[in-house]
């Protein structure tokens, strides 16, 4: 297991890395979208943004995106993120951020019998922020990735659909402790 390979009582500070901020890429294009003044638009598979950024104190970071799927075929988004040019665990490799999808209406028809009737959905449209995480179920947490005290490199990857992304956050992992323990 990754997290086991690793020995951390320090909470670090949070990194936000805009998309205004990056480094370049390949195929990723800037522009404004929604409440995004200089967001990065992903159109192809395996086109590329990367940020530099420090560390200040070694430690798990939990990662967050903020991102806008683009209207396409409606399958979620696929992504995957290197840091300092590999994956640290090989759930990197494959990330799925999910599109949100609301009803059409609020109104509910009834069939024959009375019962409701769901309606149409439509995608929600905009930026949500969602953590990196296993989207089987199988673990509840976010994706969490040490990182020594330095300077680090980030590679933003993108797989299949299009999307639009603000930024990546990097936010410092504080285990909740149990009662037992307190």
Avoid at 111 to 131: H, L, R, W, Y
């Amino acid at each position: 297991n990754y997290l086991k390979g690793f020995q951390s009582s320090d909470v670090g500070t949070k990194v936000v890395l805009k998309s205004e901020n990056a480094l370049g890429g390949n195929s990723a294009k800037t522009l404004s979208y929604a409440d995004c003044e200089k967001a990065l638009e992903f159109t192809h598979s395996g086109s590329f943004a990367e940020w530099n950024f420090d560390i200040e104190k070694s430690a798990f970071y939990e990662i967050y995106l903020t991102y806008a799927p683009l209207r396409s075929n409606g399958y979620d988004v696929n992504i995957s993120l290197q840091f300092d040019g590999k994956y640290p665990f090989s759930a990197l490799e494959d990330i799925t951020l999910s599109r949100f999808w609301k009803n059409s209406t609020d109104e509910f028809e009834k069939d024959k019998n009375g019962n409701d009737i769901a309606p149409e959905q439509e995608m929600v449209e905009g930026f949500v922020t969602d953590s990196a995480e296993d989207k089987t179920g199988i673990v509840l947490k976010p994706y969490r990735v040490y990182l020594e005290q330095g300077s680090h490199r980030v590679r933003l990857i993108s797989g299949s659909e299009a999307f639009v992304l603000c930024s990546v956050t990097l936010t410092p992992y504080n285990e909740v402790k149990s009662y037992s323990d307190i």
